[in-house]
């Protein structure tokens, strides 16, 4: 008959090894790798501000009109045409003439989808450009006279085409 050494002779047995340590500490390393995990996505998927023209009063935000009033009591609307594939921006204005126009295409999630280009007019008082290749979704357009203080704003469909802007 074979004995077996006492379980002294063995010797203690490495903490790694115990199935015990690992039992109570999993959930503590579980939860830091977690943290990690969760600060690293939140880092990179930021985000974006909100963009429109916002004012602070006390404790409460208020959204500033007064770009679009002065559109209203001017009287300019706008007929905007899009391809989509070209990214091509045709752009005309009724009402009042403005030397340069701003126009800007926000995407409606990602700001780094947002577009922006500065429009003069041509010989015939149209304001074309050029945008590139457009994603296709629905997109914010602003049209702003930075010069004169209007804006007029919309949503172009995916499809893009054709829209009409005037004053809210």
């Not at 050494?5 to 790798?33: C, D, E, K, M, Q």
């Not at 023209?53 to 300019?76: E, H, M, N, P, T």
């Not at 045709?90 to 403005?98: F, N």
């Amino acid at each position: 008959m074979t004995e077996r050494p006492a379980a002294s002779a063995i010797g203690p047995t490495p903490w790694y090894r115990n199935r015990w340590f690992w039992l109570v500490a999993a959930p503590p390393i579980a939860a830091v790798i977690g943290g990690l995990l969760t600060v690293a996505i939140a880092v990179r998927n930021a985000d974006s501000l909100v963009v429109d023209d916002y004012a602070r009063i006390g404790r409460a935000f208020d959204l500033d009109q007064s770009r679009d009033r002065r559109a209203l009591a001017l009287g300019v609307t706008a007929t905007l045409r899009v391809d989509a594939p070209s990214g091509t921006v045709e752009l005309s204005i009724r009402g009042v003439p403005a030397q340069a126009v701003e126009l800007r295409l926000i995407h409606p999630t990602d700001a780094t989808g947002d577009r922006q280009i500065r429009l003069t007019p041509g010989a015939d008082d149209r304001y074309t450009g050029n945008l590139g290749r457009l994603d296709a979704i629905r997109h914010h357009v602003e049209i702003a006279s930075p010069d004169q203080g209007w804006r007029l704003r919309g949503e172009l469909p995916a499809s893009a085409g054709e829209l009409q802007l005037a004053p809210r």
